[in-house]
């Protein structure tokens, strides 16, 4: 592994091509962000490069190292992962390119020979190690916790580990059969559903409209004040947008209270009224970055709200044409 990029190693996919282009992901292999990969075919065919950390394959971005980024973003059981969310908030201007949301399977796995009861160290990323806490208490309640950088890492150290020391991973059930061990417990998540969101990120670009789109702002207040967050809010609601998620994150630049708004909203910086929104949000609050357009990974629901654009035009034209009677 390069210890300065994060880098620990790359390999070409079945359908890799000539063309040179390249993705980083979360290493090593078998991760769940690997399995996601696989269903994004914009880059079936980009040799990929496998890093230590998500924030190591956020710089990789950046800095030019690959093309593109594919890293997690959101859990159905832990919500936001806030790593993500705070390095494309403040510390890259990377915009996102299309998200993948992938059905979950914790397993708990171990070396050949080893019993449920014999676990006494459960290694795993600890976004994982929180999904199936309710089990582990009740299956392994003496078991050391012990964080790796992912899961499949997790399934990787226990496949190095001594045969008795009884150590267990919280991993894919892919990881199983690619480092050796066997499945001690399945699908072990606290709660049914288990999906994860992935995003592919990358230096510049927004994906055209597919009519199934969501976007993504941060939005800083201008000041910390009574009805501020109201004030964004009713952007969104007088133009019947959906927001699909809403978090406040600290700014890190200043004290307690300093916080911000991340956004997820329904349809495209290309549609009218959304643009009309985040330009209404631009001239009030003055700080707000976009994090991109691009297609949501979910089937497309019926709502009232799908003409929207077409309203929204029909009323700027009226307007326009009131406007255009004033007497001069």
């Known amino acids: 592994m390069d210890p300065v990029s994060g880098q620990m190693e790359s390999y070409e996919p079945p359908s890799a091509s000539p063309s040179g282009a390249s993705v980083g992901f979360l290493g090593p292999r078998g991760t769940?962000?690997?399995?996601?990969?696989?269903?994004?075919?914009?880059?079936?065919?980009?040799?990929?490069?496998?890093?230590?950390?998500?924030?190591?394959?956020?710089?990789?971005?950046?800095?030019?190292?690959?093309?593109?980024?594919?890293?997690?973003?959101?859990?159905?059981?832990?919500?936001?992962?806030?790593?993500?969310?705070?390095?494309?908030?403040?510390?890259?201007?990377?915009?996102?390119?299309?998200?993948?949301?992938?059905?979950?399977?914790?397993?708990?796995?171990?070396?050949?020979?080893?019993?449920?009861?014999?676990?006494?160290?459960?290694?795993?990323?600890?976004?994982?190690?929180?999904?199936?806490?309710?089990?582990?208490?009740?299956?392994?309640?003496?078991?050391?916790?012990?964080?790796?950088?992912?899961?499949?890492?997790?399934?990787?150290?226990?496949?190095?580990?001594?045969?008795?020391?009884?150590?267990?991973?919280?991993?894919?059930?892919?990881?199983?059969?690619?480092?050796?061990?066997?499945?001690?417990?399945?699908?072990?998540?606290?709660?049914?559903?288990?999906?994860?969101?992935?995003?592919?990120?990358?230096?510049?670009?927004?994906?055209?409209?597919?009519?199934?789109?969501?976007?993504?702002?941060?939005?800083?207040?201008?000041?910390?004040?009574p009805g501020s967050l109201i004030s964004i809010l009713q952007e969104f609601a007088a133009r019947r947008i959906n927001l699909s998620n809403l978090l406040s994150r600290p700014t890190k630049a200043g004290g307690l209270g300093d916080y911000c708004f991340v956004l997820y909203a329904d349809g495209h910086i290309a549609d009218d009224v959304l643009a009309d929104a985040v330009r209404a949000l631009r001239a009030k609050q003055g700080g707000v970055k976009f994090l991109g357009s691009y297609p949501v990974d979910a089937p497309a629901a019926d709502s009232p709200d799908e003409h929207a654009d077409a309203r929204w035009r029909e009323a700027d034209a009226w307007v326009h044409s009131l406007r255009a009677a004033i007497t001069r």
């Open 32 to 225: 769940f962000t690997e399995e996601a990969l696989d269903r994004v075919e914009e880059v079936a065919a980009h040799r990929r490069v496998l890093y230590r950390t998500m924030p190591d394959v956020l710089d990789a971005v950046e800095q030019g190292e690959v093309d593109c980024g594919f890293v997690a973003i959101e859990n159905s059981i832990e919500g936001t992962v806030n790593l993500t969310q705070d390095e494309l908030a403040f510390n890259h201007d990377l915009l996102i390119q299309r998200e993948v949301v992938l059905d979950i399977e914790h397993c708990l796995l171990a070396r050949p020979g080893t019993a449920l009861a014999d676990v006494r160290v459960v290694v795993s990323i600890p976004v994982a190690a929180a999904q199936c806490h309710a089990f582990l208490r009740r299956a392994t309640p003496a078991a050391e916790l012990h964080a790796a950088n992912s899961t499949a890492e997790g399934a990787r150290l226990v496949s190095e580990s001594e045969p008795s020391a009884g150590w267990a991973a919280v991993a894919p059930r892919a990881s199983a059969a690619l480092y050796g061990l066997d499945i001690l417990a399945a699908d072990i998540a606290d709660h049914p559903g288990n999906q994860t969101r992935f995003v592919l990120v990358a230096r510049q670009g927004i994906p055209a409209p597919t009519g199934h789109d969501r976007t993504s702002l941060v939005v800083f207040q201008r000041a910390d004040a």
